[in-house]
């Protein structure tokens, strides 16, 4: 276990769970993502995760990745939906793959052309199962997924169960940036009673009341991205969800 999926493990283990900043290079410029991840750092966020479903450019994504990186004090992670998402000046890599693709490129495929890559650069691959569940929106369309319905939890358990029996050291569910709807809390109980390892989830995460019953039902993390995007207020947005998340770890410890 390296530097940065330690530094993850610890904070989930001091906190109960934690709070991840997702930026899509296609929607900020280099300074404005910097602003808003100086903003989401200020505000409690633990990282910043770097990434998109479509195919950006390299340099594109290697302005707002060196950019960032260089101004901010918690890590960079890269979360790549093509070989295209990986890049230099990054501290890790979500090694992930789409466990429920019908196309074995975004299973093995493009994580075989990325690894070249991924050691050249020395970034620390961490490895992620990664769970498409109902519509999943961009990232279920351009990933050839077979969503798992909101209403068949003991599917995405299993899937997840799947990924931790391949080594995978994390979890994520995700209902698609901008999702009508979070990931229901029946699904998420579902999942963490079945696995041993940390459940991240994201995709329709806007309040902190969203925020609450999804750690409460059992994630250890949650990732959002759409609220920085269209929110003016980074800061406060964030640091509603941030405390949001510690009051609900701190109940879900007591019960």
Known sequence: MKKIERYLLDRISNDGAIHLT?????????????????EAEAAGTTAIMVGGSTAIS??????????????IEIPVI?????????CPHA??????????SRD?????????????LVKRY??????????IVDGGGTAGLIGQANPIPYNMPDVAAIYALAAQYFGMRFVYLEAGSGAEKPVPPE??????????????VGGGIRTGEDASRIVKAGADAI??????????????RINELVQSIRLASKARVRT
Do not use: C, H
């Open 91 to 100: 501290d890790a890599v979500w090694f992930m793959s789409l466990l429920n």
């Open 187 to 200: 699904m998420i109980s579902k999942v963490r009673k079945l696995i041993d390892i940390p459940l991240i």
């Open 223 to 236: 990732v959002t991205g759409t609220v920085v995007e269209v929110v003016s207020k980074t800061r406060e």
């Open 22 to 38: 997702l930026l899509d290079p296609e929607k900020f410029t280099p300074q404005a993502a910097l602003k808003t991840a100086k």
């Open 104 to 116: 074995p490129y975004f299973i093995i495929g493009a994580q075989a052309l990325g690894a070249t």
């Open 58 to 71: 390299s340099p594109e994504l290697d302005d707002v990745v060196k950019e960032v990186g260089e101004n």
């Open 122 to 131: 020395g970034l620390e691959p961490i490895p992620m199962g990664y769970i």
């Open 78 to 86: 890269l979360f790549p939906g093509n070989v295209t998402g990986i």
